[in-house]
């Protein structure tokens, strides 16, 4: 009796040790991510812009605003409400009125308009009734944008995808990556986009997989980076290929490289996608990258709550956001992320 009552208080304090080892790795992300927004709430400039590269841009301030989104902060909340305004405003401010373009100022002018589609489509609904009304007003003419875009003439290889430009004839899978969220958010809240153009943006992402190396390219399946090999993984889990080969593969592809994303050019870009992804696919390729993921890149948290980039990615505000993006994601706040819940059952 004295050795099964032993047994069973060696299991309970285990269980127990478990429960609060797995209470203090969540404390330790969470304060990290609270840490981040602080930062980006206190290093926005009253306008709603950031500085830093492209932080004059809607770009910023989008992903800004998603980032608060993603850890459940919304436009009316006491604490991060006005800087979640203050993002919405300024992108508001920044479109044309005429077409709901968002990329008249800057570089890589449809990733800015891309990314701030996203952005509004994500925070409708949550705002007062003058900014929806504004919202409501915008957001049709930005779809179209981005409609009238892919349906540009190109080559077969590049059809059904977009790049820099709204004129583009060609295409790339890291700007079509952020039109294709964009154009699925909006579809989800009910917005008018065919779903012809989900379709045909899904095959532009199939033809750019390497089923050779199983990561994705950057224009074709022969320019395959690790960057943008999680945005191919997600782009197809939501958009009407949940289980495809391709997935699988390329979440092999991305756990036989993660490690080496701290020395790519656009590391917080490459860590945010691999963690949507692989969040996707779920199971033991989601647990080995988080557990990665977070030992790897709290510690390089700075001291104000920022991450910061270097080259392209060369903003405080960016890479903050993009790191925040990638450790919300099991959060599950933003609505265009959900997955199919079927990943992790056995």
């Known amino acids: 009796m004295n050795k099964i009552f032993s047994t069973i208080v060696l299991v309970i304090c285990a269980n127990i040790c478990l429960a609060q080892a797995m209470v203090s790795a969540s404390?330790?992300?969470d304060k990290s991510i609270m840490k981040g927004l602080n930062y980006l709430s206190i290093a926005q400039k009253p306008d709603g812009s950031f500085d830093g590269k492209n932080g004059q841009t809607t770009a910023i301030p989008a992903l800004v605003g998603m980032a608060f989104l993603s850890h459940g902060h919304t436009p009316t909340d006491e604490k991060f409400g006005p800087t979640i305004n203050r993002c919405i405003d300024f992108v508001l401010s920044k479109a044309d009125p005429q077409t709901g373009y968002f990329g008249k100022a800057g570089s890589g002018r449809m990733y800015a308009h891309s990314i701030t589609t996203l952005f509004l489509a994500e925070v409708s609904g949550m705002v007062d009734p003058?900014?929806?009304k504004k919202i409501d007003q915008i957001l049709p003419k930005s779809v179209l944008v981005l409609l009238n875009a892919q349906k540009v003439y190109k080559h077969q290889e590049h059809k059904g995808g977009w790049r820099y430009e709204p004129t583009s004839n060609d295409s790339d899978m890291s700007c079509s990556g952020w039109a294709l969220m964009a154009l699925r958010s909006c579809r989800l809240n009910g917005g008018d986009v065919p779903t012809e153009a989900i379709e045909l943006a899904v095959q532009y992402?199939?033809?750019?997989?390497?089923?050779?190396v199983g990561g994705f390219g950057y224009q074709n399946r022969n320019q395959y980076f690790k960057t943008l090999t999680g945005?191919?993984?997600?782009?197809?889990?939501?958009?009407?290929?949940?289980?495809?080969?391709?997935?699988?593969?390329?979440?092999?592809f991305l756990l036989r490289e993660y490690k080496s994303l701290p020395n790519e050019g656009y590391r917080f870009y490459g860590v945010y996608y691999t963690a949507q992804g692989l969040f996707q696919i779920g199971g033991e390729s989601w647990k080995v990258f988080e557990n990665w993921m977070y030992n790897h890149w709290i510690p390089k948290q700075a001291s104000d709550g920022s991450w910061r980039g270097s080259g392209e990615e060369d903003s405080k505000a960016y890479a903050t956001s993009m790191m925040i993006l990638a450790f919300t994601v099991p959060y599950r706040q933003l609505p265009i992320y959900q997955r199919d819940e079927t990943v992790d059952e056995e």
């Open 231 to 252: 945005a191919g993984i997600l782009c197809l889990e939501l958009c009407g290929e949940h289980g495809h080969e391709y997935s699988f593969k390329a979440s092999q």
């Open 130 to 132: 003058a900014r929806q």
């Open 27 to 29: 404390d330790r992300v």
């Open 205 to 212: 992402v199939l033809r750019c997989f390497n089923n050779g």
